[in-house]
């Protein structure tokens, strides 16, 4: 989908309506940014910002024009940005992969401005529970916590908002991610052979995701 579809009903998508609320021409950070394909939606709904994105692999090239990069690990290095420098910042599928958030929440804390948010999307900790893909789509797609083996734990809500608190930001607004066309085509694709598009509609409508919007105190 298109993002720029979504200007006139944000809503419809939990991610697309946290960039649609980023002050008109402000900073925007997605960490994390892996092949570039949310980095590219958000800037197909906002193209008027400017944007910066960090990964330890990433690949730049596909990132949206004019798109700063720094690649690096978060788990060690500080980001190259100044203080008070990023109106708002992104955060998803990352949290899961690591084994210390601590370095990760004292950045996001110290590069945002006064009011600036942060949204995490972290796989909600009932995927551990879920069934794999059966048959040949066994392996192809992550429904079982566990299918990416790149997963170490699951990060729950409620210890991401400690290390927010920890880290000095305030929890905004918690819940589960979903876009609500995707979720409501499910039934659509029910009966349909294994796709991508199938199990993406069905992740949306089980809710697979949770996600957790922080703000640096005025």
């Keep these: 989908m298109n993002w720029s579809h979504l200007r006139r009903a944000p809503w419809i998508d939990t991610r697309a309506r946290f960039v649609w609320q980023v002050p008109a021409g402000g900073n925007l950070l997605d ?12 800037a197909e709904l906002r193209p008027e910002l400017r944007f910066f994105a960090t990964d330890l692999v990433g690949l730049p090239e596909k990132y949206p024009p004019n798109c700063q990069f720094h690649r690096g690990d978060v788990q060690r290095d500080r ?3 100044a203080s008070a420098s990023i109106d708002g910042i992104t955060c998803m599928h990352l949290v899961e992969h690591l084994d210390d958030l601590s370095l990760l ?7 945002l401005k006064p009011g600036g ?23 192809t797609v992550t429904l079982n916590f566990y299918d990416d083996t790149t997963h170490t734990r699951p990060v729950p809500v409620g210890a991401l908002a400690q290390h927010c608190r920890k880290a000095g930001l305030e929890v905004v607004r918690t819940g589960i991610s979903r876009n609500w066309l995707f979720a409501a085509a499910w039934p659509f694709y029910f009966f349909r052979q294994a796709s991508r598009q199938k199990f993406t509609a069905y992740g949306h409508f089980l809710g ?9 105190p005025i």
Excluded: Q
């Excluded at 960490?31 to 958000?42: A, C, K, P, V, Y």
């Excluded at 929440?105 to 590069?111: G, M, P, Q, T």
């Excluded at 948010?117 to 392996?139: C, I, L, N, R, W």
């Excluded at 697979?208 to 640096?216: D, I, K, N, P, T």
């Design 31 to 42: 960490i994390g940014s892996s092949d570039g394909e949310t980095l590219r939606h958000m």
């Design 79 to 81: 980001l190259p940005w």
């Design 105 to 111: 929440l004292v950045e996001i804390a110290r590069l």
């Design 117 to 139: 948010k942060v949204y995490f999307e972290t796989p909600h900790p009932k995927t551990v529970t879920y069934s794999s893909p059966p048959d040949k789509a066994a392996g």
């Design 208 to 216: 697979w995701s949770a996600y957790l919007v922080a703000r640096r």
